[in-house]
């Protein structure tokens, strides 16, 4: 039951009538107070009841971070009357919707859509419960209100700004490694079938023994290898909450591994992905399924980075577990001189002695102009100083790390994603894997 301002309006109007009899206040005051009731009372009876006001929420499954999407109501007027109403619905801030509350006038049995943009600022999982509706009486005075459980999940997935720069080089590669449907024969290193020898063949194809059996020239064709592996690890410790050009470590690897994931898959790779912290939170087995980048990005997009010390030795056995052939493994880290030495490096060799290990990291922009810039005062000489000894201790920590086995990619911010995709085709052109 609810009580409409309208209501306070009306009898402030007719309170002034207990002055006009002032032998008898209190009879006079009894009729406002009963006139008052009795045309909320009416009012609330002619206010249809919600329960009959039938109201469903669409949303889109999933949303990503860096692009707007939909939701809607669509509204029934049951009641048998003409409904004046109002909802609002329960969406966290960071949805950033363009409004939560509508009001409408809907006649008897008349249907109306309502609809919001969405503007994720927060990616994550984000339950939308509670919906409140609330209906006017037709006088004004009166209303009734009730509250809707209607559980749903807006999943809002990691950003990839390189998306388009994943699809180019998978178009490139297709023509250059002969993978589209119509493949052309020629280099590689996988075996792909005997034919009869043509005049734009080399002579070093000739399978002699074949060429023997036939009683004509025969040759060899190959094919770029297919069914590799490439599995990424993602450190999600305490290091990858650090922000880097306003976003979160965590989130430039999230794109990296969805580029070379879109990369690899569509090159027929095989691809998985393990995300550790202090233990390991899960894991997605290698496949070169086309539904692939969705289950990588579906692992991913509701981790938060862990504030503790990543346990490389545990995932690093993890891995080992988990695939035993030769693989190459992209691990997303900082590159902090005592974490890699005290963490990192000591659990490096269980992997490099049967794998290709690349350490992937972002540098941070503003480190390097602290370290170059001329400081001016005394806090800046001090913001000088520090930068320029994270900068040598990152040099160290790459050089130790070289010198290791691994492969190390320290990247600008928009710029890791590139350049592991390029190493993986190179990898994959000299045949390494």
């Given at each position: 039951?609810?009580?409409?301002?309208?209501?306070?309006i009306?009898?402030?109007?007719?309170?002034p009538?207990?002055?006009?009899?002032?032998?008898?206040?209190?009879?006079?005051?009894?009729?406002?107070?009963?006139?008052?009731?009795?045309?909320?009372?009416?009012?609330?009876?002619?206010t249809?009841?919600?329960?009959?006001?039938?109201?469903s929420?669409e949303?889109p499954?999933s949303?990503?971070?860096?692009r707007?999407?939909?939701?809607?109501?669509?509204?029934?007027?049951?009641?048998g009357?003409?409904?004046?109403?109002?909802?609002?619905?329960e969406?966290?801030?960071?949805?950033?919707?363009?409004?939560?509350?509508?009001?409408?006038?809907?006649?008897?049995?008349?249907?109306?859509t309502?609809?919001?943009?969405i503007?994720?600022?927060?990616?994550?999982?984000?339950?939308?419960?509670e919906l409140?509706?609330?209906?006017d009486?037709p006088l004004?005075?009166?209303?009734?209100?009730?509250?809707?459980?209607?559980?749903?999940?807006?999943?809002v997935?990691?950003?990839?700004?390189?998306?388009?720069?994943?699809?180019?080089?998978?178009?490139r590669?297709?023509?250059?490694?002969?993978l589209?449907?119509?493949?052309?024969?020629?280099?590689?290193s996988?075996f792909?079938?005997?034919?009869?020898?043509t005049?734009?063949?080399?002579?070093?194809?000739?399978?002699?023994s074949a060429?023997?059996?036939?009683?004509?020239?025969?040759?060899?064709?190959?094919?770029?290898?297919?069914?590799?592996?490439?599995?990424?690890?993602?450190d999600?410790?305490?290091l990858?909450?650090?922000?880097?050009?306003?976003?979160?470590?965590?989130?430039?690897?999230m794109?990296?591994?969805?580029?070379?994931?879109t990369?690899?898959?569509g090159?027929?790779?095989?691809t998985?992905?393990?995300?550790?912290d202090?233990?390991?939170?899960?894991?997605?087995?290698a496949?070169?399924?086309?539904?692939?980048?969705?289950?990588?990005?579906?692992?991913?997009?509701?981790?938060?980075?862990?504030?503790?010390?990543?346990?490389?030795?545990s995932a690093f056995?993890?891995?080992?577990?988990?695939?035993?052939?030769?693989?190459?493994?992209?691990?997303?880290?900082?590159?902090v001189?005592?974490?890699?030495?005290?963490?990192?490096?000591?659990?490096?060799?269980?992997?490099?002695?049967?794998?290709?290990?690349?350490?992937?990291?972002?540098?941070?922009?503003?480190?390097?102009?602290?370290?170059?810039?001329?400081?001016?005062n005394?806090?800046?000489?001090h913001?000088?100083?520090?930068a320029?000894?994270?900068?040598?201790?990152?040099l160290r920590a790459?050089?130790?790390?070289?010198?290791?086995?691994?492969?190390?990619i320290?990247a600008?911010?928009?710029?890791?994603?590139?350049r592991?995709?390029?190493?993986?085709?190179?990898?994959?052109?000299?045949?390494?894997?």
């Open positions: 039951m609810i009580v409409r301002k309208r209501l306070a009306f009898a402030a109007l007719i309170a009538a207990v002055l006009l009899a002032p032998d008898q206040p209190w009879l006079v005051l009894g009729l406002v107070v009963v006139a008052v009731l009795a045309v909320w009372l009416v009012d609330w009876f002619l249809p009841d919600p329960s009959k006001i039938a109201i929420r949303l499954k949303l990503a971070l860096d707007a999407g939909t939701a809607g109501w669509v509204v029934t007027n049951s009641s009357r003409p409904a004046s109403l109002a909802f609002a619905d969406f966290a801030p960071s949805l950033n919707v363009t409004t939560r509350r509508a009001a409408l006038e809907l006649d008897r049995g008349r249907t109306a309502v609809e919001t943009d503007e994720p600022t927060r990616r994550g999982r984000f339950e939308i419960g409140a509706v609330r209906l009486g004004g005075f009166a209303g009734r209100q009730q509250a809707r459980w209607l559980p749903q999940e807006l999943r997935l990691p950003r990839f700004p390189s998306r388009a720069e994943a699809e180019l080089r998978l178009r590669s297709r023509l250059d490694m002969g589209r449907s119509a493949r052309m024969r020629g280099g590689g996988e792909e079938q005997l034919r009869d020898f005049v734009d063949d080399e002579f070093r194809k000739i399978d002699w060429t023997a059996r036939a009683n004509r020239m025969i040759v060899r064709t190959y094919r770029t290898e297919r069914n590799q592996t490439v599995i990424n690890i993602m999600n410790g305490r990858m909450a650090g922000q880097v050009a306003g976003v979160p470590r965590v989130e430039h690897a794109d990296a591994i969805m580029a070379v994931t990369v690899a898959v090159l027929g790779d095989r998985g992905l393990l995300i550790f202090k233990t390991v939170r899960t894991a997605v087995s496949s070169a399924r086309s539904t692939q980048l969705t289950s990588v990005t579906n692992a991913m997009y509701d981790i938060e980075p862990e504030l503790a010390e990543s346990d490389y030795h056995t993890e891995v080992l577990v988990r695939f035993s052939r030769r693989t190459m493994l992209i691990i997303h880290t900082e590159l001189e005592q974490t890699i030495n005290d963490f990192l490096l000591p659990a490096l060799p269980l992997l490099t002695r049967s794998h290709i290990v690349v350490i992937a990291a972002v540098r941070d922009p503003e480190i390097e102009a602290w370290a170059t810039d001329v400081p001016a005394a806090e800046e000489a913001r000088h100083a520090a320029t000894a994270s900068l040598a201790g990152r790459t050089a130790e790390l070289r010198r290791a086995g691994a492969t190390v320290d600008p911010p928009g710029k890791l994603a590139a592991l995709m390029d190493h993986y085709l190179d990898v994959k052109a000299k045949g390494k894997l």
